[in-house]
């Protein structure tokens, strides 16, 4: 049995959409599995370093245990922080980047918004019509609307995509317009190399949709703001992490 986890029947994680998550079944308090997570998604660090961060403060777990929280619990913050974020503006940013699984070359669709905030990813073996229609028909799913702006690179497969499925939308079709995408790809780049690449298709997808929730949260642009306004922002958005994990904030300054 995989130390910090007591296989316990109904498990953990057990709250309805509305409730925080359960912890039951986990010997380690949530505040030590919540550490555990940020500290995954949020630095490229791997299963082992983060095992050895907490070890540093006294807590020993094993690396297979942090990867079960990472696997349990991610995904339910991602969940959380996307329910919090506000609507996503109407001109939408679409972009493909290619990524190598397990030495196969395969595509991560990416939607952001103006503003840079991740809509959706979809990773997929090719990036013809097909591909493109399957991740558009999804990206509106999710949003329940379609953009006013719609701005892409010029690979065709979006034109087609555009044409059936959002042909309301202003296609703008340009390489250098396209740029609060590809910049958004820079994270999963940064991972991929910290991980030394991608195992397989359904991890990958799982891990990424977590990962594109959880580390733009900590990420605020402090080009933009004055050191005591980043730290205010980043006092809130940690607040809003231990709302949606269910744990207490870290002791502080008096």
Request: glycine share 8%; proline share 4%.
């Amino acid at each position: 049995m995989v130390a910090g986890f007591v296989d316990r029947s109904g498990g953990a994680g057990g709250g309805g959409r509305g409730e925080g998550p359960s912890y039951k079944g986990f010997r380690f308090p949530a505040e030590v599995i919540s550490h555990a997570v940020w500290l995954y998604h949020r630095f490229p660090l791997s299963f082992r370093e983060v095992e050895e961060l907490l070890l540093a403060r006294g807590i020993t777990v094993s690396h297979e245990a942090i990867r079960r929280w990472c696997d349990r619990f991610g995904p339910r913050y991602a969940a959380a922080l996307r329910r919090r974020q506000p609507q996503a503006s109407d001109k939408w940013h679409l972009d493909e980047v290619f990524l190598k699984i397990n030495g196969v070359r395969h595509y991560l669709w990416r939607a952001v918004d103006q503003d840079g905030t991740v809509l959706d990813i979809l990773l997929q073996s090719k990036r013809d019509a097909k591909a493109a229609k399957r991740f558009m028909a999804k990206l509106m799913k999710k949003q329940r609307r379609t953009p006013r702006v719609l701005v892409t690179d010029r690979l065709r497969s979006y034109g087609v995509a555009h044409r059936e499925l959002m042909s309301s939308a202003d296609h703008r079709s340009h390489k250098g317009l396209n740029n609060r995408a590809e910049n958004s790809h820079q994270p999963t780049r940064q991972r991929e190399r910290a991980m030394k690449g991608f195992r397989t298709v359904g991890r990958t997808q799982r891990f990424l949709s977590a990962f594109s929730q959880i580390s733009p949260h900590f990420r605020p642009r402090r080009h933009r703001m004055t050191a005591t306004g980043y730290r205010t922002e980043m006092r809130h958005r940690f607040g809003t992490w231990n709302e949606i994990t269910g744990t207490t904030a870290m002791p502080t300054e008096a």
